[in-house]
């Protein structure tokens, strides 16, 4: 497999800890979305991803962009460990808080949408990740364990990390979240969360290395 990543893309993190979670190896091609006007734009990565977007991951023969349909393809062909719990209430749930993370909160405030934003897009990008987070942190007080929904790993924990990253990049005051800081917590100390942090990664620049 060969997955087209930027190491600050808290989607293509998102499908990095899948793929570590999964023991499944791969090959990584950095986009540098800000360096040369951002490669994504590039007429080589449109042909590959029209969307222009990362990730994007070449495997079994096929390429797939949008980081649930390639972790849905890695669930699907890897069932090890699950990440979709068996349990069809539970399973809802994951799907429900990840899509209100991958739908509801990160697009709002995107790379893309920010460079729209001008002066105001720190306050932008504050605003969408606080109403969000006051929704999400009232859902996770009713599904969490341990993890976002139970005490195993599902793919709503694979999307809350990346976000709350993004949220304290935009310097997020996270006090009023107790539930999602916790659960944060305890992913950061899993091997997969942490070989896959975008402070690790073969792009990341040295001044931001962990």
Not at 133 to 162: K, N, R, W
Request: glycine fraction near 4%; charged fraction near 20%; hydrophobic fraction near 40%.
């Amino acid at each position: 497999p060969i997955l087209y990543s930027y190491f600050r893309s808290s989607c293509s993190w998102r499908v990095r800890i899948a793929l570590a979670l999964k023991g499944i190896s791969y090959d990584l091609v950095p986009v540098n979305l800000i360096k040369d006007g951002g490669q994504q734009f590039s007429a080589e990565y449109k042909a590959l991803n029209p969307m222009q977007q990362v990730p994007a991951l070449k495997i079994d023969g096929i390429t797939i962009s949008q980081s649930l349909a390639i972790i849905n393809y890695l669930e699907e062909t890897h069932p090890n460990p699950r990440l979709l719990p068996q349990d069809p209430k539970k399973r809802a749930q994951v799907r429900m808080i990840a899509d209100h993370i991958v739908s509801g909160i990160q697009p709002l405030q995107n790379l893309s949408v920010l460079k729209q934003m001008g002066e105001k897009k720190m306050e932008w990008a504050q605003n969408c990740i606080t109403s969000g987070f006051q929704a999400l942190e009232q859902i996770l007080q009713h599904t969490a364990g341990h993890y976002c929904v139970g005490d195993e790993v599902s793919m709503a924990d694979l999307c809350l990390a990346p976000q709350v990253a993004n949220a304290e990049r935009f310097k997020v005051d996270m006090g009023p979240y107790p539930t999602i800081t916790r659960i944060n917590k305890a992913l950061l100390e899993l091997e997969a969360f942490k070989i896959s942090h975008p402070s690790r990664q073969p792009d990341t620049p040295a001044e931001l290395r962990a």
